[in-house]
């Protein structure tokens, strides 16, 4: 099993930056896959990023160039460096972990990931 924990969230204007922390505590292996969702009001949820162990990354398209995934392995944990903030990414973001497969390609599935934080809002107001 896997525990995550988001922290971070919270409101910011449009055009600013927000950092999203996730740590990470039970099983932890170094082939862990680990990435970030979000699931906007009356919007399915989607992937924003995606992180193998390799520290291969993919993006959706509405992130790329605008947020940055990284983790630090010794602490365990997963961040979400997010810049240009629209109102558009308002959203409860998760942090989410999983083993196997093939990691970059589970940004496809909302609910691709195995284990699941409970979340972190974010609020970006125009």
């Known amino acids: 099993q896997v525990q995550l924990v988001e922290s971070g969230g919270g409101s910011v204007q449009a055009g600013g930056s927000q950092r999203l922390s996730c740590a990470a505590s039970?099983?932890?292996?170094?082939?862990?896959?680990m990435g970030w969702f979000r699931e906007a009001p009356g919007k399915p949820r989607e992937g924003v990023a995606v992180i193998a162990s390799d520290g291969n990354t993919r993006y959706a398209d509405s992130v790329k160039g605008r947020f940055i995934i990284s983790k630090d392995n010794a602490k365990n944990s997963l961040y979400l460096q997010m810049n240009s903030l629209k109102p558009e990414d308002t959203a409860m973001y998760y942090c989410?972990?999983?083993?196997?497969?093939?990691?970059?390609?589970?940004?496809?599935?909302?609910?691709?990931?195995?284990?699941w934080g409970k979340g972190t809002l974010v609020t970006i107001s125009s």
């Open positions: 989410a972990a999983a083993y196997g497969g093939t990691c970059l390609s589970r940004l496809s599935y909302a609910y691709g990931m195995d284990y």
């Open positions: 039970g099983y932890i292996h170094s082939s862990i896959c």
